[in-house]
C-alpha cells in the first residue's frame, strides 16, 4: 500500500487518510488505513472483503465488490474501465475483460437496488467508465503511534509449549446454491425452452379454429373469453420469447437484468399457458393433462435458475 508523506501544517488541515492510501505524518508520526466504507445503508468492509446493508451481510463475489471498492476510493469522480481492468485482471491475464467487467457490474448494481438507466448509485460514462454518485464515509483503524526505534533485546528461546497455536483459516465465501452446470448447457437449456413456448404459440395461432373448439370443450358459457385470452396471449408470447431467444443466441451481457424485469409478467403468461392441456383433455386423457400442466407450471422457474447460471461470471 502506498505511502504518502506529510507535513505537520498539511497534517493539522486534513485527514490521515486519503482515498486507500496509508497516511504518514512527520509531524504527529501517526498512520491509518481505510478499513471501511459507508454510504446510504450500506457498508463495506475491505479487510473482510464483505458488504452489509443495515448491518446484514449481503451476498456479493469478489470481482463486483473489487469493482465497489475502487468507485468508493474516488466518490464522484470518473473511474476509468481501464484503471478497472488494471486492478481486478493483470496484464498477463487474458480473459474476455468487457464481458467480465459488465458482469460484475450488473451483479453489483442488482445488490444495490441501483438501475443503470436512472442510478443512483452508480452512473455510466459512455466509452470511458463509471462513477460513483452517493457520498460515501471512510473509517479507518485506529491509528498506531509509530515510536522511535529502540535496541531490542533478543528474544527467549521458544519451546515447544510456548508456541502458539495455528489461528484457523478464514471460511471462503459460499457460493450461491445454485447446479454444477456449464453457461453452455445452461444457454441451451434456455434456448430449448423458449422454442417449446413457440411450437405452442404457432400451433394455437396455425389452427385457430381448433382452439376454439377446444375453448368450447373446456368452458361452454365462457369459450369466447377463453379463446380471446389464449389468442391473444400467444401473440404476446411469440414477440417474448423471440427476444429471449434472440439475446440468448447473441449473449446479451444485459440479458439478466432485462430478464429479471420481465420476469414478474412472464411468470402470469407461463403460468395461464400451463393450463392449456386442459384444452385437449378430450384427446389425451384427464391424467396426462394434468400432468403436463404441472410440469409446465415448473417452467418459468426453471428458467430463473438457468438465467442465473448463465449470468455467473466467466472471467
Known sequence: MPFILMSSRFCREVPHVYGSARLFCRHCKIMGDVSKYRFSAFEADVKAAELRRNGTRVRLQMQPFQVLIALLERPGDVVSREELRQRMWPEDTFVDFDH??????VKLRDVLGDSASSPRYIETIAKRGYRFLEEVTAVQDPPAVVLPQEPVAPPPAVTAEKLVEPQPAVQPEVEPELPRASRTTA????????????IFYLSALFDWRQLYRASENLWSRGSQIVFTVFLVTSL??????LYLLTATAFDYHLFGEKYRVL???LLGLDMLWALSPLLIEDRIGLGLALGSAAALIYMPFAQRVLVRIMGKSTA
Not at 467480465?100 to 457490474?105: E, V, W
Not at 404476446?236 to 420469447?241: D, E, H, K, S, T
Open 100 to 105: 467480465g467487467l459488465n458482469t460484475a457490474m
Open 187 to 198: 444457454r441451451a437449456l434456455f434456448s430449448l425452452a423458449q422454442i417449446m413456448y413457440l
Open 236 to 241: 404476446i408470447g411469440l414477440v417474448v420469447r
Open 263 to 265: 420476469f414478474p409478467a
